[in-house]
């Protein structure tokens, strides 16, 4: 009876305070200083039209080096447990439902093919490119939860986010020597 009156008394506070946030939310009708500034200047400056991209790059090419590299850590601890048993004893698997493995099957192509036009437009969004790869790996869990006996190959994983972090990073240097700043254009 207590946990109930206080989630109860929990659900109301919290309903006060977005209710009050709502009420009080004033929209901006005009932007601030630095959104004016990168709006304005861009284009003239970095050479590009696409306005997010060229903060996204540009602007904070070393602070995106830094979220790729977090992208990089988590995706070595994924295929590092993806990498299976080497301890010679087999572990037993149980087998998925019916429905797991036929929602697998008819969704999954779907949810590449999502993922695959959010990357490929991902220029055209904040993050886009990110939010692509997000559902993509959505539907790669989606079929080793279908089918957990499969293997996945760790080798190959480890090498394509190994090339891809240097090339990240080896045209950041490239844009310090040819252009002036890091990943500059």
């Known amino acids: 009876m207590a946990k109930n009156i206080a989630v109860i008394l929990l659900l109301l506070a919290m309903g006060t305070l977005f209710y009050n946030l709502a009420d009080n939310f004033q929209a901006a009708d ?13 284009a003239d400056e970095v050479g590009t039209a696409n306005i997010v991209t060229a903060i996204v790059v540009t602007y904070r090419g070393l602070d995106t080096l830094g979220e790729v590299t977090i992208l990089f850590l988590t995706a070595a601890i994924v295929a590092f447990l993806l990498k299976g048993n080497t301890s010679g004893v087999e572990r037993e698997t149980r087998d998925s439902s019916e429905l797991l493995k036929t929602a697998a099957g008819v969704i999954t192509p779907l949810i590449f093919l999502l993922g695959a036009y959010i990357f490929i437009n991902g220029h055209l969004t904040p993050g886009g490119g990110f939010q692509g790869g997000a559902v993509i790996a959505s539907g790669l869990i ?19 986010e190994s090339i891809s972090g240097l090339a990240y990073v080896a045209l950041g240097i490239a844009g310090i020597f040819l252009a002036g700043g890091f990943l500059d254009n």
């Open 142 to 160: 989606l079929l080793l939860l279908a089918k957990p006996e499969s293997k996945a190959a760790t080798g190959l994983f480890a090498v394509v």
């Open 30 to 42: 005009s932007l601030n200083e630095t959104a004016t500034y990168y709006a304005e200047n861009t």
